[in-house]
């Protein structure tokens, strides 16, 4: 059984900073990509920013610049520095992770933690 537990969420004035974590645990073999979605009420999740096992990134041109996200892969955790933070930023944040678990193939398959609240106050 894989699990992803997420923390860090919570309130901020605008152009305050957050840190969200997620740690992935159970049985397996490997985490291959990691990563963080959000999504508002009513709208598609969309993703916020990846992480190869390798440390290669990728992030929305919205918060380029401003977000950085990091790994560990000794500790299977990945981490969302969020910087000058704006009302938009408003949303539940997902972290998301591709994982090798026995039963599934190399290239795994993905899993999502329970989502943790952001709330940017103007």
């Known amino acids: 059984q894989v699990q992803l537990v997420e923390s860090g969420g919570g309130l901020v004035q605008a152009g305050g900073s957050l840190r969200l974590s997620c740690e992935a645990s159970?049985?397996?073999?490997?985490?291959?990509?990691m990563g963080w979605y959000r999504q508002a009420p009513g709208k598609q999740r969309e993703l916020v920013a990846t992480?190869?096992?390798?440390?290669?990134?990728n992030y929305a041109d919205s918060v380029k610049g401003r977000f950085t996200i990091s790994r560990d892969n000794a500790k299977n955790t990945v981490h969302l520095q969020m910087n000058s933070l704006k009302p938009e930023d408003t949303d539940v944040y997902y972290c998301?992770?591709?994982?090798?678990?026995?039963?599934?193939?190399?290239?795994?398959?993905?899993?999502w933690g329970q989502g943790t609240q952001v709330t940017v106050s103007s």
């Open positions: 998301n992770a591709n994982i090798w678990t026995v039963g599934s193939t190399p290239g795994g398959n993905d899993y």
């Open positions: 159970g049985t397996f073999f490997s985490v291959n990509s």
């Open positions: 992480i190869t096992r390798v440390y290669s990134t």
